[in-house]
């Protein structure tokens, strides 16, 4: 029944980003939220949008996966468009029906700023799809080690992300199971007013509560006797390697700055 | 209720790329009273089968028959409802599924979602605890406060309040210890004999598949490998051993005996009781050994 979510999961293959280090990944995420800014207009955009295809194609995911995956988010990108088509006056008016009057600007911005926020989760999508939370957690914990200086808990934060992401599909497969022992009992998720579905819900959010409290105990436990005591002295099985693709995928990223720079107005 | 599996093919998440063919080409036939016993290795697509019997899921290919509803890949189907009060299945851990203040309102939960009256759901709860060995006490508790096998009874139990004339049975007495394992076998035993229900039965355990069962199925990689009576199956165990599953005890036994005394016996014994007369009529018979 939730088959078709794809945050969170890994999708493996044999491909330039899935073997990228995660630290460059990351890097290369944080600055492509950077330079997203930068696009202000048609041809920014355009090489924009030809960049993050590229890279999906790079990444070998199926692009019918990725669109099915995300769409919960173009509900959500739809929202911001129409937020802004009505909200905006600025401009020449090209429409106007009754009330509704839609300004050029507001057009403008409407698909400029959902363009943008539709790009950024597309390229989070193609990192979390290409690299396994284990990988994403070794990168952040080693880019954030420095502040480990000023006191800052990089082990635990890079810990705690570890295990939310790596309980995602545990929790969606504890959902669908419970989803269908109760509709077996005759609960219906699927149709109904709104009020009976609201109450569909609980028979669901309350075993998968006790459940989840359940196993973050025994997780603890697990952990704690195997001798787990926070980041202190422990030694790290996973070597990362920098390699010359990580760098060239960050050359290729400055590159589409520099022509963002130059084709923006 | 009669119910028919006809070729069916199940794939998980099908068109992503983490598509998964669960079963294909099954075909099961369960007229009303069978008592089906499947076996098979984890992973061979039991659950799978289970959940197209009150029509959790739809197959990918080929057509599930409950009743009068037909459903196919491709139809929609609106309200399955009537199909679901009719089928009640346990389902593996169902204890999992407890969510009520109380064990009287999780139990009359089922029968209330089909339209059973709050007073008649509370009469079922009541008869329901007893049919699993717990005493009406436990009702106003918490299940949240029971032992794991009260759980299990009482998960157990709002699925038999609702009445239901089939009743599935994912692996209901897994990780029980031995004494609520027969009380469980046997509860379910009595009932498919008392309210002629069909029980279909998932299990690892060949001597309860042999005991209960009038139907064995065996699944292996998907496929419906061997169908047939307890006896049929187990007639003749290399198969079964091949695909590393056992045999029952008794059937180990009639096969020593058998290469010991070096002659076949008449038919393939179920029960001890049995293979004793079998064993006794051919020694006293007097046949040169
Ligand atoms: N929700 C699911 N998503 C993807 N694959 C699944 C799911 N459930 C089961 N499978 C796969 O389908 C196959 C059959 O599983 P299942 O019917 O649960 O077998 P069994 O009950 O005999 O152990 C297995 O290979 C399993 O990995
Ligand atoms: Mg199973």
């Given at each position: 029944m939730m088959e078709k979510m794809?945050?969170?999961?890994y999708v493996p293959a044999q491909s330039i980003i899935h073997r990228m280090d995660p630290r460059s990944k990351l890097i290369l995420i944080f600055l492509f939220v950077c330079v997203v800014f930068i696009a202000n207009n048609v041809y920014t955009y355009a090489a924009l949008i030809i960049y993050t295809f590229a890279m999906i194609l790079l990444s070998k995911v199926p692009v019918r996966f990725i669109i099915a995956g995300l769409k919960p988010v173009f509900l959500l990108v739809i929202f911001t468009l129409i937020l802004h088509l009505f909200l905006t006056r600025e401009g020449a008016i090209i429409f106007e029906l009754g009330p509704i009057t839609i300004y050029e600007e507001g057009l403008r911005q409407g698909i400029f700023i959902s363009l943008r926020f539709f790009l950024l989760i597309l390229m989070t999508s193609i990192l979390t799809l290409t690299t396994t939370p284990i990988e994403i957690t070794d990168g952040l914990e080693t880019l954030l080690g420095p502040l480990k200086k000023v006191k800052f808990p990089v082990h635990e934060l890079a810990l705690m992300m570890s295990i939310s992401l790596r309980f995602i599909p545990t929790l969606m497969g504890e959902t669908d199971k419970i989803m269908k022992a109760q509709t077996a009992r005759g609960v219906d998720f699927s149709g109904g007013p709104i009020k009976e579905r609201v109450k569909a819900v609980i028979p669901l959010l309350i075993p998968l509560f006790v459940s989840s409290f359940k196993r973050a105990e025994e997780l603890a436990t697990a952990m704690e006797a195997r001798g787990y005591r926070g980041g202190e002295g422990r030694t790290k099985y996973r070597q990362l390697s920098w390699r010359i693709t990580d760098t060239m995928m960050l050359l290729l990223l400055a590159a589409l700055s520099v022509i963002l720079i130059l084709l923006r107005t | 209720m009669d119910i028919t599996l006809q070729n069916v093919e199940y794939r998980y998440q099908a068109n992503t790329p983490f598509e998964r063919l669960a079963i294909e080409d099954v075909s099961i036939d369960l007229p009303a009273g069978t008592f089906l016993a499947l076996i098979g290795h984890t992973g061979s697509g039991k659950s799978t089968v289970l959940q197209h019997l009150n029509a959790l899921i739809k197959p990918t290919k080929g057509t599930v028959k409950i009743g009068d509803t037909t459903i196919t890949p491709n139809k929609k189907q609106k309200n399955l409802k009537h199909v679901r009060q009719r089928v009640g299945i346990v389902f593996q851990f169902p204890e999992h599924q407890l969510f009520e203040e109380t064990v009287e309102k999780d139990i009359c939960f089922g029968p209330m979602n089909f339209g059973v009256s709050e007073q008649e759901a509370?009469?079922?709860?009541?008869?329901?605890?007893?049919?699993?060995?717990?005493?009406e006490e436990i009702l106003l508790k918490s299940p949240f406060e029971l032992s794991g096998g009260q759980m299990r009874r009482v998960a157990i139990a709002g699925v038999l309040a609702m009445e239901p004339d089939v009743i599935v049975l994912d692996e209901p007495t897994a990780g029980l210890d031995p004494r609520g394992r027969q009380d469980i076998m046997n509860m379910f035993a009595s009932l498919h004999q008392e309210r002629n229900l069909s029980t279909v039965l998932v299990t690892h355990s060949m001597e309860d598949a042999s005991r209960y069962a009038d139907q064995i199925a065996i699944m292996h990689?998907?496929?419906?490998?061997?169908?047939?009576?307890?006896?049929?199956?187990?007639?003749?165990?290399?198969?079964?051993?091949?695909?590393?599953?056992?045999?029952?005890?008794?059937?180990?036994?009639q096969h020593k005996l058998e290469s010991a005394f070096g002659r076949k016996?008449?038919?393939?014994?179920?029960?001890?009781?049995?293979?004793?007369?079998?064993?006794?009529?051919?020694?006293k018979g007097g046949d040169s050994l």
């Open positions: 794809i945050f969170g999961r | 509370k009469a079922r709860a009541r008869r329901a605890i007893q049919q699993v060995g717990l005493s990689n998907g496929k419906v490998e061997r169908k047939g009576t307890p006896a049929e199956i187990f007639s003749n165990p290399e198969r079964l051993l091949e695909l590393g599953l056992d045999v029952p005890e008794v059937v180990n036994l016996f008449a038919k393939t014994c179920l029960s001890m009781e049995d293979l004793a007369e079998e064993a006794m009529k051919l020694l």
